[in-house]
């Protein structure tokens, strides 16, 4: 049981580039999220999904796209990269059920990214 | 909106003695509360979860919280620091009426350091 696990660990784009995070979870959580760490700060709610084909906006959603095609998978989109998207990316599950307001969140270990 | 502040930015304890870190919150509802432990280049772990009852939840590592809503405070403790304990730690809040897929609210997080 591998939990929440993201690819890659680190990369460094240029400006204008694109790429995608990938983030699975082996858990069969129907709740997926994908946070940005950026320093001193906490974590802030990019995208989130409540189930496969379902996908909503968080906190900070601009310069991001986010599908959910499987329960297990959820990849967060960059399409042109910006310097103001230098941070340090986390995807969770939680299983909602059966009080989707008590529920953990589960991590992955994160997706450091520089855009440069 | 909801909204979690952790007025240290780091806690400096002695291994061996008692720890505090702390965590106040503003929602428009009834409060559910979390505490997160990241150490360095992980994710976020779960400590431990307030969502109804006794007001002292204990958690994992020896951790524990009291929650008290007249100061609106979710201070995190524990009686006896650990060198191993150093890390960055999180509050987090969800506000039962502010629901949106299950968003946590976190704080800036505090760094907790234990010395020999």
């Known amino acids: 049981n591998a939990g929440v696990t993201q690819t890659p660990k680190f990369r460094i784009l240029k400006i204008g580039q694109s790429m995608t995070l990938q983030c699975t979870q082996d858990m069969n959580h129907n709740y997926m999220y994908w946070y940005r760490q950026d320093p001193g700060m906490g974590l802030k709610l990019i995208y989130y999904?409540?189930?496969?084909?379902?996908?909503d906006k968080g906190e900070v959603p601009n310069g991001y796209n986010v599908s959910r095609s499987t329960t297990e998978d959820f990849p967060l989109r960059l399409e042109l990269a910006a310097p103001s998207q230098t941070s340090v990316y986390f995807c969770?599950?939680?299983?909602?059920?059966?009080?989707?307001?008590?529920?953990?969140?589960?991590f992955g270990p994160g997706t450091r990214l520089t855009v440069l | 909106a909801q909204s979690v502040a952790q007025p240290e930015d780091q806690v400096n304890v002695a291994e061996g003695n008692p720890l505090t870190v702390k965590c106040t919150y503003s929602v428009s509802g009834n409060p559910y509360l979390f505490w997160y432990v990241q150490y360095p280049n992980r994710g976020l772990q779960f400590l431990l979860k307030y969502i109804t009852g006794d007001n002292l939840v204990k958690g994992s590592y020896g951790f524990e919280a009291e929650f008290n809503k007249s100061q609106t405070s979710f201070h995190l403790k524990k009686p006896s620091a650990l060198v191993s304990d150093s890390a960055l730690y999180f509050c987090?809040?969800?506000?039962?009426?502010?629901?949106?897929?299950?968003?946590?609210?976190f704080g800036g997080g505090t760094r907790l350091m234990v010395k020999p």
């Open positions: 999904s409540v189930g496969a084909g379902i996908t």
């Open positions: 969770a599950s939680s299983s909602p059920a059966p009080n989707p307001n008590t529920d953990t969140q589960y």
């Open positions: 987090a809040v969800r506000d039962l009426q502010a629901y949106a897929g299950n968003m946590l609210t």
